[in-house]
C-alpha cells in the first residue's frame, strides 16, 4: 500500500477548515503518543469530517509487521480527538472503518449535537495535553491507590477493553517475558534498524525518541525497553525506584485490526484519567512485538483475550520529564 498523499486545495480553504471545531480537536490530537513516537497517522479534513488515515511508510517494518501498533496508536489519536472535540463543545460522531475498499482509512470524525462541557471533560482535555511519558523509575515509597487502578480499569473498560492488573504473583512471569523479548529484539538486525531509525532522528524531523526522554539503563522490578546506551540517554533517572510500581495489561477480546483500533482508544481513555489522577503510565511493548512473549502475557490472562499493551503505573513525580517532539499540523493534516 503506497503511503498517503493528498493534495493541498486553496489556502483559504485549508484555513477555514484549520479554525473550525475538526480542525481544532485534530490539532490537539497530534498530541498522541505513539509506538516510537512515529506518529503513523494522517488527517484529511472534508466534507464536514476529518478522515484519520494509517501511514504505512512510518510502519515499523520489523517490530510491527502486522500494523498492530501502528493501528492501536490511531486509535490513541483517535480518541484524542474525540475527547478534544467534545470539550470544544461538541459531541463526537465516529465510524471505524467507514470504506471496505479503503482498509488504511480508519475512521471517520464528525461534529455531532452541541454539548455544554463539564468541568471533568475541560481538565481532562488539559490532561491529554499536558500528559507525557516518564521513563524514569518511579517515586518507590508510594503505590497508586487500589481505587485509582480501579478507575483506569473502568475506563478501559467503558471504551470497549479489558485491563488486568499484575497481581505479584505473577511479576516473575512478566519479568522473565520483557527480559526475553529485550534479547530477541536485541539478537534480531532488523529489529535493531526499526530501533535506530527512530531514535536517531533529525531534530528538525520533530519524530521518534529523543535523547532528552530516555533515562540510562538503571535496575527495574520489569525491564524496560532500552533505546539507548549510557552516555547516550540524558534523562538524570532521579533516586527513584520501582519497588511500588504496579503493572497492568491492557487487553481485548479479538485480535483484528477493529481490536486494535478500539483498544487504543482505550488506551487514550487510560491515559487521561491517569494524568488526570497524577499517575504516570509507561508503555511496555516489546512483550507484545515478540509473539512467544504475547503469548506468555495471554497466559497472564489465563487466555481470556488478546494482550495490546503492557505498562507500568507509577505515581507521577512532581517534575515532569522534558516534552517530546511532534510534527506541525502542516506535515500532518489535509484540509
Ligand atoms: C503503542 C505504544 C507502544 C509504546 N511502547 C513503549 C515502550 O515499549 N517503552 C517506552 O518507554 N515507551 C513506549 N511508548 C511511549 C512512546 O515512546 C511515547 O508515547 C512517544 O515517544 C511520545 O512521547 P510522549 O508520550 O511523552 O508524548 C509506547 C507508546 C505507544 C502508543
Same mark, same amino acid.
Given at each position: 500500500m503506497p503511503a498517503v498523499n493528498f493534495s493541498d486545495p486553496t489556502g483559504t480553504d485549508r484555513h477555514r477548515a484549520m479554525d473550525g471545531p475538526l480542525g481544532r480537536a485534530v490539532m490537539a490530537a497530534l498530541r498522541a503518543p505513539s509506538i516510537l513516537n512515529t506518529q503513523p497517522w494522517r488527517w484529511r479534513i472534508h466534507d464536514g469530517a476529518a478522515e484519520l488515515w494509517a501511514?504505512?511508510?512510518?510502519? +515499523?517494518?520489523?517490530?510491527d509487521r502486522e500494523g498492530r501498533l501502528l493501528t492501536f496508536s490511531c486509535g490513541i489519536a483517535l480518541h484524542h480527538a474525540a475527547a478534544a472535540l467534545t470539550a470544544l463543545g461538541h459531541r463526537p460522531g465516529i465510524d471505524l472503518f467507514p470504506d471496505d475498499r479503503e482498509p488504511d482509512l480508519l475512521a471517520r470524525l464528525w461534529v455531532g449535537e452541541p454539548h455544554r462541557p463539564t468541568s471533568d471533560e475541560s481538565h481532562a482535555f488539559q490532561s491529554m495535553l499536558s500528559r507525557r511519558t516518564d521513563r524514569r523509575p518511579? +517515586?518507590?515509597?508510594?503505590?497508586?491507590p487500589a481505587y485509582l487502578l480501579r478507575q483506569l480499569r473502568g475506563a478501559v473498560e467503558r471504551s470497549g477493553a479489558h485491563l488486568h492488573l499484575v497481581p505479584d504473583e505473577q511479576l516473575p512471569v512478566l519479568m522473565v517475558a520483557g527480559d526475553h523479548a529485550a534479547q530477541i529484539e536485541s539478537a534480531d538486525p532488523g529489529a535493531r534498524a526499526d530501533l535506530t531509525r527512530w531514535t536517531h532522528r533529525p531534530q528538525a524531523a520533530r519524530e521518534g525518541i529523543s535523547a532528552d526522554t530516555v533515562a540510562p539503563e538503571v535496575v527495574r522490578r520489569v525491564p524496560h525497553r532500552q533505546f539507548l546506551s549510557g552516555g547516550d540517554a540524558h534523562l538524570d533517572p532521579g533516586v527513584g525506584s520501582d519497588r511500588t510500581a504496579d503493572y497492568a495489561i491492557l487487553f481485548a477480546d479479538g485480535d483484528g485490526r477493529l481490536d486494535w483500533l478500539t483498544s487504543g482508544e482505550a488506551m487514550s481513555a487510560l491515559l487521561i484519567v491517569a494524568t488526570m489522577h497524577h499517575i504516570s503510565v509507561n508503555p511496555i511493548s516489546n512483550v507484545i512485538e515478540v509473539a512467544a512473549t504475547r503469548a506468555t502475557l495471554a497466559g497472564l490472562l489465563c487466555q481470556l483475550g488478546h494482550p495490546m499493551l503492557g505498562m507500568r503505573l507509577t505515581v507521577a513525580a512532581a517534575t515532569p520529564p522534558p516534552r517530546e517532539t511532534r510534527r506541525s499540523p502542516a506535515e500532518v493534516i489535509d484540509a
Open positions: 501511514d504505512r511508510s512510518r510502519q +515499523l517494518t520489523h517490530l518511579g +517515586l518507590g515509597d508510594v503505590a497508586v
